[in-house]
């Protein structure tokens, strides 16, 4: 066991996480149909949520109404191909009783289907967004069916 044997170790660990990125989108045969663990489920949710919110130029933040699907893969982590409603809350972004608000009723209501690949590695709770599109919930059969 000498200091060569350790940087061997770390070549092989530089080279999974890199084998990871790569290939992410290539391997999406060997995503099996599971539920996400009741532990994993909300960090992962409110993950995805805040990346969403971060990223949207939506004067109201958005909130998770309701995970419809959920398949995963083991890695060198958890990956999760996720499909989730999420709809329009009366909340703005700057508004601090996030996340207990209600969602819009009227004319602002909104709701959008996402499908997601999100890279997590739970034990360290490290999260990663891979993947995001959403559409209008609305007549969105097409993206349900994937
Ligand atoms: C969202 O933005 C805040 C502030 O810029 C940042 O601290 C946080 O890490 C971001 N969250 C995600 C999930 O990207
Ligand atoms: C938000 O606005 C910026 C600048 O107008 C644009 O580049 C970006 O694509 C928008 N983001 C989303 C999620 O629509
Ligand atoms: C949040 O509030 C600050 C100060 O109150 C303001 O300058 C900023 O524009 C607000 N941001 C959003 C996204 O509403
Ligand atoms: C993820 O992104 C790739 C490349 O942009 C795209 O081909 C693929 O359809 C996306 N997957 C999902 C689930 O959105």
């Known amino acids: 066991m000498g200091v060569g044997c350790w940087r061997n170790l770390l070549v092989v660990l530089v080279a999974l996480v890199l084998a990871a990125k ?3 989108f290539q391997r999406w045969e060997g995503f099996q149909e599971k539920p996400m663990s009741k532990k994993n489920m909300d960090p992962t949710l409110n993950f995805f949520i805040e990346s ?6 939506d004067t109201y933040l958005f909130q998770v109404q309701e995970l419809l699907r959920s398949q995963m893969q083991l ?12 709809a329009r809350t009366t909340c703005k972004k700057n508004d601090t009783k996030y996340p207990s608000c209600p969602l819009q ?5 909104k709701s959008l289907i996402c499908n997601s690949l999100i890279y997590t590695v739970p034990w360290i709770k490290y999260y990663q967004l891979w993947n995001n599109s959403c559409q209008e919930a609305e ?4 993206v349900l069916r994937q």
Request: charged residues 25%; glycine residues 10%.
């Open 139 to 142: 007549g969105s059969h097409k």
């Open 52 to 57: 969403y919110n971060n990223a949207s130029n």
């Open 75 to 86: 890695t060198t982590g958890v990956e999760y191909m996720v499909t989730v409603r999420i």
């Open 105 to 109: 009723r009227k004319k602002l209501k």
């Open 22 to 24: 790569l290939g992410h």
